[in-house]
């Protein structure tokens, strides 16, 4: 058990570190390049990636039960969800706000895996989640100029998230990581696939295309 927390905290920490990386791009894309197009060419290239992955693993949903199968795509479904609030969130805020913001997610997650997965949560857990629940109602700061619908679509997107990693945890140790990974990729790539229809796409610039492409 300890050697698995070790990894599963290391592996946290690079996809954390990650992500943070891909905001970053995908700022500085929203620059010459709308939301919806951004995420079409982001998804087409992470989901070709992940299919060669899957394929090389030789992995698939053959194999799984039914409730797994459900899981992965209530999962793919709040991924959707997530990047569309994240990711408008993200294009309208500024980037500190919006990082400081998610900073509840752990708590969140934390919190909703003891209310509906049973998992044990001391009293110093709990007392470090409603301390950082208050911080992050200072830093959204309701009821003030400060407080935008930027702010509740960045919180809508901590909620998804939340049932995204909720509904992962409940997938048997089985399912392949690979075919997780690559279903949710196809979610959001048809999301902005279908919503790049309301939008008037660019043709990337240099800039533009390295953005998206690191």
């Known amino acids: 058990m300890p050697d698995d927390n070790i990894r599963a905290a290391t ?3 690079l996809g954390t570190g990650a992500f943070t990386v891909n905001d970053m791009f995908i700022k500085l894309a929203g620059q010459d390049l709308p939301m919806f197009q951004i995420i079409a060419m982001r998804g087409l290239a992470v989901t070709l990636f992940l299919a060669v992955l899957t394929w090389w693993q030789r992995a698939g949903l053959a ?3 039914r409730r797994d199968k459900a899981l992965v795509g209530l999962r793919s479904v ?8 994240f990711l408008s969130a993200l294009l309208n805020m500024p980037i500190a706000n919006v990082t400081a913001i998610l ?4 708590l969140s997650v934390a919190l909703a895996a003891f209310l509906f997965l049973r998992e044990p949560l001391g009293w110093r ?3 470090a989640i409603l301390i950082g629940f208050a911080g992050v109602i200072v830093i959204v700061r309701p009821g003030t100029d400060g407080f935008t619908i930027w702010s509740v679509y960045a919180l809508v997107a901590v909620a998804l998230v939340t049932v995204r990693d909720l509904t992962t945890r409940m997938l048997t140790r089985s399912v392949p990581s690979g075919v997780v990974a690559l279903s949710a990729s196809v979610g959001v790539t048809m999301l902005g696939l279908m919503g790049g229809l309301s939008e008037v796409w660019n043709v990337p610039t240099m800039h533009g295309a390295l953005w998206v492409s690191g």
């Open 11 to 13: 592996l946290m920490v």
């Open 78 to 85: 709040a991924e959707c969800g997530a990047a569309y609030f």
């Open 63 to 65: 194999g799984m039960t």
């Open 125 to 127: 857990r709990i007392s």
């Open 103 to 106: 900073q509840v997610l752990p």
